[in-house]
């Protein structure tokens, strides 16, 4: 998509290994979202349930840093 168009990819594994490299505690595994384009935008409720395949467009992981 157009605000995409020069994104660098970023897999989870390599952001995890950054958050680890910043001394961040990691909070979660890396969770996957957005499933569904929008022509099947009805089984979107569904997505919860697919946090863990990395299938989805986008995932995040939380990490926090120690005080």
Request: charged share 25%.
């Amino acid at each position: 998509i157009p605000f995409d168009k020069d994104a660098i990819v970023l897999y989870p594994n390599e952001a995890k290994r950054l958050l680890k490299t910043g001394r961040f505690n990691l909070k979660n595994t890396a969770r996957f979202l957005f499933y569904f384009p929008n022509s099947l935008r009805l089984l979107r409720p569904l997505e919860k349930f697919f946090v863990g395949l990395p299938l989805g467009a986008q995932y995040y992981i939380i990490g926090e840093k120690p005080l």
